[in-house]
């Protein structure tokens, strides 16, 4: 089994960044692919990106394109959102995933989570 959790969420203005971490411990960090949802209340968990286990390949969600960026350091058991030019609409809970055989934009796909960090943007 490998656990995840989330950090960097907080207050931040509208156009401003935040980078969120996904600190992994476990079994090998480098055997998982990760994703990173998102979560506001009353609505269902929505994708935002994914990283192949390796990092040489990266997906989005369209509304998210240019402006988050997904990384991964092996070596530090830690996965990356970089969220830049933020919105309003980008304030829900942010989730890390993991799965050894799942880098797609299912959320049903990935078998661990993390518990989450919130990101507020205030207009």
């Known amino acids: 089994q490998v656990q995840l959790v989330e950090s960097g969420g907080g207050l931040v203005q509208t156009g401003g960044s935040l980078r969120l971490s996904c600190a992994a411990s476990g079994r090998t960090f480098s055997s998982y692919h990760n994703g990173w949802f998102r979560q506001a209340p009353g609505k269902e968990r929505e994708f935002v990106a994914a990283i192949t286990r390796s990092g040489e390949n990266t997906y989005y969600a369209d509304s998210m394109k240019g402006r988050f960026a997904i990384s991964r350091d092996n070596g530090k058991n830690t996965a990356y959102l970089q969220m830049n030019n933020l919105l309003p609409e980008d304030t829900p809970v942010y989730y890390c995933?993991?799965?050894?055989?799942?880098?797609?934009?299912?959320?049903?796909?990935?078998?661990?989570w993390g518990q989450g960090t919130q990101v507020t943007v205030s207009s």
């Open positions: 995933a993991a799965s050894m055989t799942y880098s797609g934009s299912g959320s049903e796909g990935y078998n661990y």
